[in-house]
């Protein structure tokens, strides 16, 4: 069984469920996962981080909040929070860097913004595939806590 | 504005008004690959920030995709995306390639910005002339990948200001004959606060 999240959402679910995020561009990806209770949350994220205030729409969007909302959800699920390890994929620039103040590195921000969060958390990163000017598809499988990153144009895909 | 706010005649001028924008640049494209380019009637619509990859034709999908900002009196992105056999057939008609896909290479991303370059060059001058604007087009940029990876980053200055995207879209296609055709779609995605300009001055209230 394998669910979709979409931009600017985030699910959790538990083994042996099957989480999926398509062509992360600048956006990241984020999995939480507790090897023990088999359950864990992917977010995929658009925005490095949320503004003190005014916040307009959803706040799933942002890397900081998301991952937030992903551990509060876990733990009411069941999880333990001194157990989780995350992975992060994604953050890329898709466009040339030549013309920086029109790109203004989003996904290097998205991507800063998820490690900053999860070591506050104290959440170890065990596996990352960020950077680059790619896009990617990820696939968290919930049964191992694998997630497998495809990337469509390098006909390319690696395991972390 | 918040763009689920506006109304169905708000709605129509954004139509019309992306019409004769995208007569103009379809005139320039057929010119360029001596074909007869047909359009479509622009289609404007409001939908979550979340579904417009799904929206594209589905988040995986290869696409080209050139963007520019539009810069000036107005602030907005236009996104032109060509499916990748749709990419190759512009190459071939261009350039004449003879290769039997897609190859990407400088002399190609070069060539495809001209024509994201001239295609929008022409409908932010036709926009600007009727809107009396100055609109100018940044330098293109280009990116070859999975549809969802190529249009996030618009999204991101959208998403800034709330959860939804309002496209304004055409599609244009070369050949009647299917299996030939050059398609392209061709995105306006203003900024919130810029609609007020492109309505007020279309004659539609606010």
Same mark, same amino acid.
């Given at each position: 069984m394998s669910?979709?999240v979409?931009?600017?959402?985030?699910r959790?679910?538990q083994s042996?469920?099957? !989480?999926?995020?398509y062509?992360?561009g600048?956006?990241?990806?984020?999995a939480l996962?507790?090897?023990?209770?088999r359950?864990?949350?992917?977010?995929?994220? !658009?925005?490095?981080n949320?503004?003190?205030?005014?916040v307009?729409?959803?706040?799933?969007k942002?890397v900081?909040?998301g991952?937030?909302?992903i551990?509060d959800?876990?733990?009411q699920?069941?999880a333990?929070?001194?157990?989780?390890?995350a992975?992060?994929?994604?953050?890329?620039?898709?466009?040339e860097?030549?013309y920086q103040?029109?790109?203004?590195s989003i996904?290097?921000r998205?991507?800063r913004s998820?490690?900053?969060t999860?070591a506050s958390?104290?959440?170890?990163?065990?596996g990352?595939?960020?950077g680059g000017?790619r896009?990617?598809?990820?696939?968290?499988?919930?049964a191992t806590?694998n997630?497998m990153v495809y990337c469509?144009?390098?006909?390319?895909q690696?395991?972390? | 504005m918040?763009?689920r706010?506006?109304n169905?005649v708000?709605?129509?001028t954004l139509?019309?008004?992306?019409?004769?924008?995208?007569?103009h640049a379809?005139?320039?494209?057929s010119q360029?690959?001596?074909q007869?380019?047909?359009l479509?009637?622009?289609?404007?619509?409001i939908i979550e920030?979340s +579904?417009?990859?799904?929206?594209?034709?589905?988040?995986e999908?290869?696409?080209?995709?050139?963007?520019? +900002?539009?810069?000036?009196?107005?602030?907005?992105?236009?996104?032109?995306?060509?499916? +990748?056999e749709?990419?190759h057939?512009?190459?071939?008609?261009l350039?004449?390639?003879q290769?039997k896909?897609?190859?990407m290479t400088?002399?190609s991303?070069?060539?495809?910005k001209?024509?994201?370059?001239?295609?929008?060059?022409?409908?932010?001058?036709?926009?600007?002339?009727?809107?009396?604007?100055t609109?100018?087009?940044?330098v293109?940029?280009?990116?070859?990948?999975?549809?969802?990876?190529v249009?996030?980053?618009v999204l991101i200055d959208l998403?800034?200001?709330?959860?939804?995207?309002?496209?304004?879209e055409?599609?244009?296609?070369?050949?009647?004959? +299917?299996?030939?055709?050059?398609?392209?779609?061709?995105?306006?995605?203003?900024?919130?606060?810029?609609l007020?300009?492109?309505?007020?001055?279309?004659g539609g209230?606010?």
């Open positions: 669910t979709r979409t931009i600017a959402q985030v959790i679910d042996p469920a099957v !989480l999926k995020a062509g992360l600048s956006c990241v990806a984020v996962y507790d090897p023990e209770a359950i864990g949350g992917l977010g995929h994220l !658009l925005l490095p949320r503004p003190e205030k005014n307009l729409g959803s706040e799933s942002y900081d909040a991952i937030l909302e551990v959800e876990l733990v699920a069941g333990n929070q001194e157990r989780l390890v992975k992060v994929a994604g953050g890329a620039n898709m466009f860097t030549t103040t029109l790109i203004k996904g290097a998205n991507a998820a490690r900053s999860l958390l104290g959440i170890p990163i065990v990352e595939e960020v000017n896009g990617r598809t990820v696939e968290f499988d919930l806590g997630m469509a144009r390098d006909d390319d690696v395991s972390i | 918040p763009f706010e506006m169905s708000q709605l129509d139509k019309e008004v992306s019409n004769i924008g995208m007569g379809a005139t320039a494209l360029m690959i001596g007869r380019v047909n479509t009637v622009p289609n404007v619509t920030i +579904q417009v990859p799904e929206h594209l034709g589905g988040a999908k290869m696409m080209v995709g050139i963007t520019l +900002q539009i810069l000036g009196d107005a602030r907005g992105s236009i996104m032109l995306l060509f499916p +990748q749709s990419a057939r512009l190459l071939c008609s350039l004449g390639h290769e896909a897609l190859i400088e002399v991303v070069s060539a495809l001209e024509v994201g370059n001239i295609l929008a060059s022409a409908y932010l001058s036709a926009l600007g002339n009727l809107l009396n604007k609109l100018i087009p940044s293109p940029l280009l990116a070859y990948d999975m549809a969802g990876a249009v996030d980053h998403s800034q200001s709330g959860d939804f995207a309002m496209m304004v055409t599609d244009f296609a070369g050949e009647p004959d +299917q299996d030939l055709a050059i398609k392209g779609h061709f995105f306006l995605l203003p900024d919130p606060a810029t007020n300009i492109f309505l007020s001055d279309a209230s606010i």
